[in-house]
């Protein structure tokens, strides 16, 4: 990350700017986390018309929770199944939408 800084500071328009880092990690078990997660899933309430519904299973599409579980799922798909595509070429990823660039005709068929 710093020589990434130093080359937009190097090169750009952050040449005076001040740059910096901020980072968060919690340590967690996989119990609490577990725990979360069934917490998460059983008290969400949908309401439909003028009723209220509580959800039972799943995880409320839209919510914070589905966007990092998708993008987790797929982040590991992605290193599982994608790994030598970028030898050649760029591989980008917005949760649940990829673009592939690449000169491989037949690199991209595959990844169709």
Same mark, same amino acid.
């Given at each position: 990350m710093r020589q990434f800084v130093e080359h937009l500071q190097?090169?750009?328009?952050?040449?005076?700017?001040?740059?910096? !880092?901020? *980072?968060?990690? #919690?340590? !967690?078990? *996989?119990?609490? #986390?577990?725990?979360?997660?069934?917490?998460?899933v059983r008290s969400s309430v949908v309401r439909i018309g003028g009723r209220c519904y509580v959800q039972c299973r799943g995880i409320p599409q839209g919510s914070v929770l589905s966007t990092l579980l998708c993008s987790l799922c797929y982040g590991d798909?992605?290193?599982?199944?994608?790994?030598?595509?970028?030898?050649?070429?760029?591989?980008?990823?917005l949760v649940d939408d990829f673009l592939l660039v690449t000169p491989h005709l037949a690199q991209a068929r595959a990844f169709l």
């Open positions: 190097d090169r750009s328009a952050l040449k005076d700017a001040v740059v910096i !880092e901020q *980072s968060c990690s #919690l340590n !967690e078990t *996989s119990t609490h #986390l577990f725990d979360f997660f069934l917490r998460f798909m992605e290193n599982k199944l994608f790994a030598g595509v970028q030898q050649d070429g760029v591989l980008l990823r």
